[in-house]
């Protein structure tokens, strides 16, 4: 199975700062990789896929980027909107797997 | 529209069997794969298996083999998550997600079906 560890846990942030949030996987692949926004009581959202591809409707703030074992969603701008828990997935290969979670909290 | 319509909360008793389910529209429901996810309360996201409802061809994460059964009815546009036997340990929500078109990533999600498992 590839494992997926994102870094960190918790990220504390004011509205408008960047962030940045690390995938780091156990084994290489290509582009595979998913980013996933979740709000508490909610089903997740997709914001990347392909590594770097913006889903249609979710704001230009959100990028993607990486291939091969390390991955990064960055937030140009942190809004409101956008305090949430967000996962990485990678589906490279069977089973796919999620990495354990980032939580985007108001500093 | 695309929707992936989930069954409501159940609580059920360790033991007991129990099936849920994802009601596909808006699309072509046999073309895309449907992936189960599995979320325990407060903890991350883990993936169950995979179907593709055009011929069930379905693959289970080796963590979950064994433990539940997924399957689809192409005719009435509906995936299926179920379990022979619960234990308190299945309680959490599981979602149901659709593949994209050019891709493994699941772009479109049920609202979560919340079980339940207490004596």
């Known amino acids: 199975d590839i494992q997926m560890t994102q870094s960190p846990s918790t990220l504390s942030a004011s509205v408008g700062d960047r962030v940045t949030i690390t995938c780091r996987a156990s084994?290489?692949?290509?582009?595979?990789l998913a980013w996933y926004q979740q709000k508490p009581g909610k089903a997740p959202k997709l914001l990347i896929y392909?590594?770097?591809s913006l889903e249609p409707g979710v704001p230009s703030r959100f990028s993607g980027r990486g291939s091969g074992t390390e991955f990064t969603l960055t937030v140009s701008s942190v809004q409101p909107d956008d305090f949430a828990t967000y996962y990485c997935?990678?589906?490279?290969?069977?089973?796919?797997?999620f990495g354990q979670g980032t939580k985007l909290e108001i500093k | 529209e695309v929707q992936l319509v989930q069954s409501g909360a159940e609580v059920k008793k360790p033991g007991e069997s129990l099936k849920i389910s994802c009601k596909g529209s808006?699309?072509?429901?046999?073309?895309?794969?449907i992936d189960w996810v599995r979320q325990v309360p407060g903890k991350g996201l883990e993936w169950i298996g995979v179907?593709?409802?055009?011929?069930?061809?379905?693959t289970y994460s080796p963590s979950f083999q064994g433990q539940v059964t997924i399957s689809a009815d192409k005719s009435n546009t509906t995936a299926y998550l179920q379990w022979g036997s619960l234990k308190a340990s299945d309680t959490a929500m599981y979602y149901c997600?659709?593949?994209?078109?050019?891709?493994?990533?699941?772009?479109?999600w049920g609202q979560g079906t919340l079980v339940t498992v207490s004596s």
């Open positions: 392909k590594a770097s």
């Open positions: 084994q290489s692949f290509d582009y595979w």
């Open positions: 997935q990678q589906y490279a290969s069977y089973p796919y797997t």
């Open positions: 179907i593709y409802p055009a011929d069930s061809d379905i």
């Open positions: 808006g699309y072509t429901f046999r073309s895309h794969w």
């Open positions: 997600a659709r593949h994209g078109v050019d891709g493994n990533y699941a772009d479109f």
